[in-house]
């Protein structure tokens, strides 16, 4: 990964100048990933299980499950 080979601490060369050369945009080197949401972990882990349980259903019924899953969460049931 050409971040990482950027080294900020170079005496001899800027971070500009080490981006340019690998070609690598400033904001890319900048750039801190944010992690996931606690409540989109949660979903793919039901989706994941449900899916564990039962491999042969299709987009159309795991989208149908998890629709009725989610409005039963939305009202506090």
């Known amino acids: 990964m050409k971040r990482t080979e950027v080294?900020?601490?170079l005496a001899?060369?800027?971070?500009?100048?080490?981006?340019?050369?690998?070609?690598?945009?400033?904001s890319t080197f900048y750039y801190q990933p944010m992690g996931e949401a606690a409540y989109n972990l949660g979903l793919m882990r039901l989706i994941d299980e449900q899916f564990t349980r039962?491999?042969?259903?299709?987009?159309?019924?795991?989208?149908?499950c998890f629709s009725a899953f989610t409005e039963n969460m939305a009202l506090g049931l």
């Not at 001899?12 to 400033?26: A, H, K, P």
């Not at 299709?58 to 989208?63: D, I, L, N, S, Y």
């Open 54 to 64: 039962r491999p042969f259903y299709g987009v159309p019924r795991m989208t149908a």
């Open 7 to 9: 080294e900020k601490a």
């Open 12 to 26: 001899m060369m800027s971070v500009v100048r080490q981006c340019g050369l690998l070609e690598l945009s400033r």
